[in-house]
Every structure is written in C-alpha cells, then in structure tokens.
C-alpha cells in the first residue's frame, strides 16, 4: 500500500469542483482511495462563517464567561453561540466545548476551524460530510472516498485523523467470527477502516500551511471480511459520554 498527495491543489473557493480538480491532478484507479480533508470541502461548499453571524444568545454569554474564567483568557461568546448552533448535544462545557455535530461526530467545538480561512473568522465542517464524499466520488475514476479532520483523544496527548464521511465503503471491518491463529472465535472485534485510512493520510497530508489537502490511498485491500456499517457510537452504549454527564469540572485538581 503507498499514499501520495495530489500535487498543486489551489486555495480552494465557494463553488469549486473538488472532483475536477482532483481528477485533472492526478490518474486515479478504481481501487484508489481517495482522502479530502474536511477543510477543502467545507471551503467549496461555502461553509465560512463570520462571528457577527452569530449574536450571542444568554447560554453562550454564560458559557463564555465561565471558560474565561477557567482559563484567564478572553472568551468571545458569539464563537461560543456558533458552537451551540452547529451542535445537537453538548457533552462538556468545561474547561472546554465538547460537542455532537448534527451528523455524529463528537469533537471540540463542533469542529469550528479559525486557521487558514482567508477573508472570513470561521470555518465550518460540511453540514453530511457522507453525502459530500458521494458527490465528490461521482466525479472521481476512484470508487472510495473519505473526508477527513483532525481530532483529539481520549485518553491520549495529541490529535491524529478520523473520518467524518466516506463513500463506496462500509466504515469498518467486521472480524467478528472470524478466528485468531490459535482457533479462538473473535467476539468484538471491528476494525475502524475509514478512521485508520484518514489518521494514514493525515500524516502526508501535515498540518497548518502544507497545503496538500487531498492524498490518494492506492493498494488497500479490504479482504475477506465483513463489513460494519456503525460508526459514531449511539448514546445508550457510549459509556464515556455518560459518565461525563455526571462529572463535575475541579480546576483545583491537577
């Protein structure tokens, strides 16, 4: 398997062709996978977003001026509004935003970028990042496409990629029934493809100024497996989420 960036992708504008654009950069095969960072396509699709957008209502007057405190740093509550807007829960509210978007990602606010927007505060995630990638596929000779962000994790320093949306692919490897090499029947596990691809094209993709937001997976090979349609975990079985509804934030303890 080898990834390499789409060479001499431009700034990308509300209205752009991403399949065109990809397509006229580089030759692609059916069994490419081929990886968009969320960015560009939020770019494309209009996604930006000004703070004057977003009148701060009461619960983001609040929440802005409890994490300024927790954190001695100005917080403006109209950024605070525009989180509230692009999410569907709020899963903490100290000492930072975490967030369910209307599609299942969890992330910090909402996934609202405030780098690399030229001419506006905001950046946006696209509103069905799945339905993006099947618009861009439809353009595509490749038959597979992810878009992709950056996120932090659970119990790890560091951020690293995952996928958001995905087309001409089931999300996951199903191992289940299968067996180890000591005949032993796998139970529970299900392998997260598209989050594996993203976190691999993540690393030629960089970060801040690289500029090479599209990355082709050539050679992938799902084998013989099956495949798992679940991939945001539903509330009732995601047990952190319901342990830290009933967690207080303690900033006096290290």
């Known amino acids: 398997m080898e990834l390499f960036a789409v060479p001499d ?46 009148p701060a209502g009461p619960r983001a007057r609040e929440l802005a ?25 709020l899963v903490m509210t100290e000492p930072f ?41 439809a353009g595509l000779d490749a038959e597979r496409v992810i878009v992709s962000d950056t996120s932090g994790r659970p119990f790890r320093h560091g951020q690293r990629g995952v996928a958001l949306g995905w087309a001409g692919m089931a999300p996951s490897r199903d191992w289940r029934g299968e067996t180890d090499r000591d005949g032993r ?16 094209a993540n690393l030629v993709q960089g970060e801040g100024d690289d500029g090479t937001p599209v990355v082709v997976v050539r050679g992938f090979e ?7 349609h679940a991939h945001y975990r539903d509330v009732e079985g995601d047990f952190v989420r319901q342990a830290l509804r009933g967690w207080t934030y303690d900033p006096n303890t290290n």
Do not use: M, Y
Not at 185 to 200: F, I, K, N, P, R
């Open 65 to 89: 001026a409890r994490l300024s405190e927790l954190t001695d740093e100005e917080k403006d509550p109209r950024f605070a509004q525009a989180v509230l807007e692009e999410s569907v829960d």
């Open 222 to 228: 799902w084998g013989d497996h099956g495949e798992s």
């Open 97 to 137: 935003l975490l967030t369910e978007t209307r599609f299942g990602h969890v992330g910090v606010n909402a996934g609202i970028d405030r780098s690399n927007v030229p001419d506006h505060d905001l950046l946006l995630l696209p509103k069905r990042p799945s339905e993006s990638a099947e618009r861009i596929c």
């Open 185 to 200: 029947e796998l139970g529970v596990t299900v392998e997260s493809v598209v989050d594996e691809l993203a976190a691999a």
């Open 9 to 54: 992708v431009p700034e990308i504008r509300e209205g752009d062709d991403l399949a065109r654009i990809i397509a006229e950069r580089v030759d692609l095969r059916p069994d490419d996978v081929v990886c968009v960072a969320s960015t560009v396509v939020s770019k494309a699709e209009g996604r930006f977003a000004d703070l004057d957008d977003f």
